[in-house]
């Protein structure tokens, strides 16, 4: 059977911070799949309904299922007008993330567009140097340095034909709010509601996030688009992985793995996407990959290892 005790899950740093991990990973899908999917001739408004509608499917069939097997009335703590309105948040929060960021490559070109997105990895440090009232540590610090430095290498930026003319202030303006939105959405997930069941948290979240995505698209394109993404079978290929690897994995990694770390670390360890970004470019649609880009992806995963490196020292040290 199925526990429902999610209390009873393991709860140390290293095994809550591979979810997080996993989680970040599994964002580093998407770009390729809504590659394939606008190369196939699908917008991007009917890509971001599909991904949220059926992301909030894949959730709704496994809450179904394990509550049918833990055959328990109760399934975690019940929602009032504060709890609710604290997971709908998070949910808007989320969705505006990929609203902002797909918005930002109309105006953008992508490899602006991805370092922009990837400052969360210093926003998330700085956010939760704000709500602790504490100075981040070195190792954070250092780790974000070389976060940025590797993402401005792997992004593409150095070496590229970019002009001041590329650099549309509505595009930037957009790219920071979908990395600050992304930021705030890890802290949230790793403040709000810690005491319910990870998977009843992640799909109160998807449901508030597919709402304000269908009426953020039926505003703003229109009825037809929604209708689009949700019936047409010619789209399933793309919105299912999409739905899969955007909103429900990292929705449950992040709910079960957050509260037990540090917004800053989530944060940090997120930025393992961008690697398996570049990889995945590189392998599915054979995008050429410079070696400045490598050596970017090789720096990033430095700084991502940074922080329980340089912490592991320290232990060491204490314990001779």
């Known amino acids: 059977s199925i526990p429902m005790n999610w209390k009873t899950l393991p709860s140390s740093v290293l095994f809550c911070s591979v979810l997080v991990l ?22 991007i408004p009917v890509v971001l309904v599909g991904k949220f509608f059926y992301g909030w499917v894949i959730l709704c069939i496994l809450f179904c299922i394990v509550a049918a097997v833990s055959r328990r009335r109760k399934t975690g703590v019940a929602l009032n007008a504060k709890r609710t309105a604290s997971l709908a948040g998070t949910g808007v929060v989320m969705a505006l993330v990929t609203v902002c960021y797909f918005h930002s490559l109309s105006y953008l070109p992508i490899s602006l567009a991805v370092v922009l997105l990837f400052q969360y990895s210093w926003m998330g440090v ?76 992640s799909f109160c979240i998807a449901t508030a996030g597919m709402l304000f995505v269908l009426l953020f698209v039926g505003t703003v394109y229109g009825g037809a688009a929604v209708l689009e993404g949700i019936t047409n079978t010619g789209t399933l290929a793309y919105s299912i992985p999409l739905g899969l690897f955007g909103i429900a994995v990292p929705i449950i990694f992040l709910a079960v793995g957050a509260p037990k770390i540090s917004t800053g670390m989530a944060t940090i360890l997120n930025s393992a996407e961008l ?46």
């Open 275 to 320: 690697p398996l970004e570049v990889l995945l470019a590189a392998v599915i649609i054979l995008e050429p990959v410079a070696p400045l880009r490598w050596a970017g992806v090789l720096i990033i995963l430095l700084g991502i290892a940074l922080p329980y490196l340089i912490e592991k020292r320290i232990v060491s040290g204490l314990e001779e």
């Open 126 to 201: 700085l956010l939760e140097a704000v709500i602790s009232r504490r100075l981040p540590s070195k190792s954070k610090v250092v780790s974000c340095l070389v976060i940025l430095a590797g993402t401005i290498l792997a992004g593409g930026i150095i070496g590229s034909s970019m002009s001041l003319a590329d650099m549309n202030p509505a595009g930037i303006l957009l790219g920071l709010c979908a990395a600050f939105c992304y930021a705030l959405f890890v802290c949230l997930s790793g403040r709000v509601c810690t005491d319910m069941q990870p998977l009843s948290k």
């Open 22 to 43: 996993l989680a970040s990973c599994s964002y580093a899908v998407l770009s390729t799949i809504v590659s394939l999917a606008v190369g196939a001739g699908y917008g």
